[in-house]
């Protein structure tokens, strides 16, 4: 009875690991396992066995037994969910217990970048673009920086040819007003104005020492508004509903006179704010502005004697760390992810 068993124990495990559908697993459970099955049917063979066979054939049997039912439980798992198995081994609609995937988002600078066009859209302006990679004629002649001025200083500016032997020597940009020589000359090359109103933010490069508030690349945001009889008041009244708009309600502006080539008169700006609920409100300059140098639109093609026009330029990381309190501009380039997942 022994050898029977064992002959009986390996022929069902093959014939198990043949059945390859829900249906035959349970044909053979009902044929080895079941009520009337093989193993079963051994049963009343025990009598017969000789007294001092007894322990060891029992023993033998319930082994066989366990064997082939766990087998069988075993294979009705792996046939999976649907047919006549039981649940399957891993719900696949549990929740994870815990879920490593982080969900990215879009950079601070970004988001501010966008939230600034989105403002001044509302206000009328368009997005123009320009190139990073330009030359001096569109970085400084055209924006009334002449030969000779110090900002030229290749110290001072990424240069990719030789200032001294190139004509029209090409650098990474300085500054986004550059956009505002491209815009006008587009414009005149189109016929589609003035008047124009534009914003153009963007990236511009400068050899800077890198601390807490300088870096070699940032991001600015460029305003150019020309059309007939544009004053001052204009410019002031467009700087105060931004910083209303994009800061709060009874934020303050005051712009403080300055020089630059291309606007006259030109001015600093800033505006009062408190930067965290609670705090004492405090000035912050958040950039430059002016009325755009007639020299400006003449080396555009734009009559002077018929177009006046205000422009403008913001630091975009200034922005940011003024509304987001963030105490160090190199933050915002490191990518520390609990930086990124704060802001
Ligand atoms: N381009 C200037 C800078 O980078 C900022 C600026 C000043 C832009 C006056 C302007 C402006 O458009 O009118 O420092």
């Known amino acids: 009875m022994l050898d ?85 081994a891993v719900d696949m609609t549990e929740p994870g217990i815990t879920d490593t995937r982080r969900l990215g988002r879009r950079h601070i600078i970004t988001r501010v970048r966008a939230e600034l066009v989105e403002v001044f859209a509302r206000m009328g302006f368009d997005v123009a673009q320009g190139p990073e990679l330009e030359d001096d004629e569109h970085n400084f002649i055209k924006l009334n920086i002449p030969a000779g001025h110090p900002a030229r200083d290749p110290i001072d500016n990424f240069y990719v040819d030789d200032p001294n032997e190139a004509e029209t020597p090409r650098m990474l940009r300085s500054q986004t007003s550059t956009v505002q020589i491209r815009a006008m000359e587009r414009m005149v090359a189109e016929g589609s104005g003035p008047p124009i109103k534009v914003v153009s933010p963007g990236r511009v490069y400068r050899p800077d020492t890198v601390d807490a508030t300088h870096s070699f690349m940032f991001h600015q945001i460029e305003g150019l508004y020309i059309d007939r009889g544009v004053t001052l008041r204009d410019l002031k009244t467009t700087l105060l509903q931004f910083a209303k708009a994009y800061f709060a309600p009874d934020a303050e502006i005051r712009l403080r006179p300055s020089f630059f080539p291309f606007t006259e008169p030109s ?12 705090t004492e409100p405090a000035w912050i300059e958040l950039g430059g502005c002016g009325m755009v140098d007639p020299n400006v639109l003449q080396a555009c093609g734009v009559d002077p004697e018929e177009w006046t026009g205000f422009a403008f330029g913001f630091g975009i990381e200034r922005i940011a760390m003024g509304k987001h309190a963030i105490p160090d501009i190199r933050m915002l380039f490191e990518n520390d992810i609990r930086f990124l997942e704060r802001v």
């Open 267 to 278: 001015a600093e700006f800033d505006m009062k704010i408190a930067l965290k609920p609670g």
């Open 4 to 88: 029977d068993l064992n002959a009986l124990e390996n022929k069902a495990l093959a014939e198990l690991d043949a059945a390859d559908s829900p249906d035959a697993i349970e044909a053979w459970r009902i044929a080895h396992i079941g009520a009337k099955g093989a193993l079963k049917a051994m049963m009343p063979r025990m009598k017969d066995v000789p007294k001092e066979q007894k322990g060891e054939v029992g023993k033998r049997l319930n082994e066989v037994k366990a064997t082939l039912e766990s087998a069988f439980e075993a294979k009705k798992g792996a046939a999976g969910p649907g047919g006549a198995g039981p649940a399957p």
